[in-house]
């Protein structure tokens, strides 16, 4: 009998596999640049094929560099944007073992500025890169280019699915319109219309909710009509004015979605009008500026996307992908917590992310 323990696949038996050489899987497994995307699909899926498990302590010494990775997120609209950042850091800190250099690279707002200062920042060799993709169709290019050059990229909040992205982390977008339609449905018995204000359709995540939420109606409330969707492009202004525009219908909407953290301008207009109350209201996250609202019962609830957790993951995805080499699921979708007046101090504890109160989310 064989006492001798079975040596698990390692790079050479994926490279006789592919009939390449060592150093192009190494490379390919490794994120680093000179293998064309097709190569190192190849290469991870004939890894994961022969169950191959990196020696860690080895690929810590063989490495003796750092990790630089860049996260590219809005300044605008803190009240998810900030919670995000704060779970990036937090997971970054606890990269153990990793020699980590964390980046943020800040931007206006959703859409707005990201394209412009990824392509500014081409040359700065990252080795990873956390991006919330406002305008797939202007970052898919820049993302091509960034993986071609040996960078791994991680999408959160949004995704840009057409592009060369290793993975995307968000909150399961349409079930969260779906869940706000089946509320809406619920509550209001009488007929009459809902209005959804979302940020910009051009992003997948807003057009996501609005597809959920427009299916999620017509199916379970079809007494309830839905009016065309209202794009605010994450503005306070045009959401307020908008808001105010959309009340002065004849008959006004007896029910609003804000499918975006955007909701305080709405909810001023509302009040302006003396109809915060009257009007049933869901909104998205939650937020100390939003708690006492619900807490009167002004909104009916908030659909809390879990800001800190999927900015956790996120990095968590990206450096394990970096260290390790396995590509991960390409999307991983968070289920949306809803949040109503009765359960609301459950959560209140989210609203210091800092505090990393979130760890059990994930």
Do not use: W
């Amino acid at each position: 009998m064989n006492d001798k323990p079975t040596r698990s696949p390692g790079i050479k038996e994926i490279a006789a596999a592919l009939k390449i050489s060592i150093g192009t899987v190494d490379r390919a497994l490794h994120g680093r640049s000179g293998v064309s995307p097709k190569t190192r699909a190849q290469v991870l899926k004939m890894a994961e094929k022969l169950n191959y498990q990196p020696n860690m302590a080895a690929r810590s010494l063989k490495l003796n560099r750092r990790l630089h990775i860049a996260a590219y997120l809005p300044l605008q609209i803190a009240s998810f944007f900030a919670p995000l950042r704060a779970g990036i850091s937090a997971a970054g800190r606890a990269a153990h073992g990793l020699n980590l250099d964390l980046e943020f690279r800040t931007y206006p707002t959703l859409g707005d500025g990201d394209s412009e200062l990824m392509q500014i920042d081409l040359d700065r060799g990252y080795d990873g890169v956390i991006i919330t993709p406002g305008d797939p169709a202007r970052i898919d290019p820049i993302i091509r280019r960034l993986t071609q050059q040996g960078t791994a990229v991680v999408c959160v909040a949004s995704d840009a699915p057409r592009s060369d992205r290793v993975a995307a982390i968000s909150v399961d977008a349409s079930a969260s319109g779906g869940i706000a339609a089946e509320l809406l449905g619920k509550t209001l018995k009488e007929r009459g219309t809902v209005a959804i204000l979302t940020g910009q359709l051009g992003t997948q995540d807003h057009a996501e909710k609005l597809r959920g939420f427009a299916a999620t109606l017509a199916t379970f409330a079809p007494h309830l009509s839905l009016l065309p969707a209202i794009e605010s492009h994450e503005h306070p202004e045009e959401a307020y004015n908008s808001t105010l525009q959309l009340l002065r219908r004849k008959p006004h909407p007896i029910g609003i979605y804000v499918s975006t953290a955007n909701s305080l301008p709405v909810l001023r207009a509302l009040e302006e009008r003396k109809l915060l109350g009257q009007v049933e209201v869901i909104t998205t996250d939650l937020f100390p500026e939003l708690v006492p609202f619900i807490e009167s019962g002004k909104i009916l609830a908030t659909l809390y996307q879990r800001p800190f957790t999927q900015g956790k993951v996120a990095i968590e995805t990206l450096t394990k992908y970096l260290a390790e080499g396995i590509r991960p699921e390409p999307i991983t979708r968070l289920a949306p917590h809803i949040v109503l007046r009765s359960n609301l101090p459950l959560f209140l504890n989210r609203l210091v992310p800092e505090t990393e109160n979130e760890a059990d989310d994930a």
